[in-house]
């Protein structure tokens, strides 16, 4: 399994202020996914992010509101950009392999309060 | 379209008796299924998955699932519950192999086991 940790692990922002989490992996993975969640409540999907390429974003989710990058196969961020308390969440990267049948692995997440 | 149902919001158990979290599922084609744990505060941690094979599957701490495909269910079980179980479980299906490995998330049970 992969070992995958995400900075910072918890932040409290100013609205109107945008904030960066970063995601690193211990190997390379081919797709990266980051998530939102309510604590306590299920998981939503806000894009996939494979290297190479543009991130493919979920419906309700846009490019300018979470910029994502992925420059390598081991690293990717996520910004949310221009936020108010309604972004108050915890935030998740997840991997996954190359292989059809596998799961996904996740970091410990980023508890972000935007007050 | 692809869905998953767990159809409690929280279970409570006694510790040593045995526990079951329920989830059904709704795909197109052969569908892959996964459990997932959260510990409080805690990232999400890989259970066990059903892709093919024997529908008794196990997987960590004890925990198996029994896939079956005429009742699309896939329920969570351990024989005997431990206090250190209490936690949030989540039941995940993919639908189909190729490139989109997206995973679709039930809204998750919250397991409680008493002493």
């Known amino acids: 399994s992969a070992v995958i940790s995400q900075k910072p692990s918890r932040d409290i922002c100013q609205r109107g202020t945008s904030l960066t989490i970063q995601c690193q992996v211990d190997?390379?993975?081919?797709?990266m996914f980051w998530y939102r969640q309510q604590p306590g409540q299920s998981l939503t999907l806000i894009a996939t992010?494979?290297?190479?390429?543009?991130?493919?974003?979920e419906s309700g989710f846009v490019i300018d509101k979470f910029p994502i990058s992925r420059p390598n196969l081991t690293f990717s961020t996520l910004t949310v950009s221009n936020m108010s308390p309604e972004d108050s969440s915890i935030y998740l990267c997840?991997?996954?392999?190359?292989?059809?049948?596998?799961?996904?692995?996740f970091g410990p997440g980023t508890r972000l309060t935007v007050l | 379209a692809q869905s998953v149902a767990q159809p409690e919001d929280q279970v409570n158990v006694a510790e040593g008796n045995p526990l079951t979290v329920k989830c059904t599922y709704s795909?197109?084609?052969?569908?892959?299924l996964f459990w997932y744990v959260q510990y409080p505060n805690r990232g999400l941690q890989f259970l066990l998955k059903y892709i093919t094979g024997d529908n008794l599957v196990k997987g960590s701490y004890g925990f198996e699932a029994e896939f079956n495909k005429s009742q699309t269910s896939f329920h969570l079980k351990k024989p005997s519950a431990l206090v250190s179980d209490s936690a949030l479980y989540f039941c995940a299906v993919r639908g189909y192999a190729g490139n989109n490995r997206k995973l679709i998330w039930g809204l998750g049970t919250s397991l409680a086991v008493n002493p």
């Open positions: 997840s991997v996954s392999g190359t292989g059809d049948y596998n799961e996904q692995f």
């Open positions: 992010a494979n290297q190479g390429s543009e991130a493919t974003y």
């Open positions: 190997s390379q993975v081919t797709m």
């Open positions: 795909v197109s084609g052969n569908p892959y």
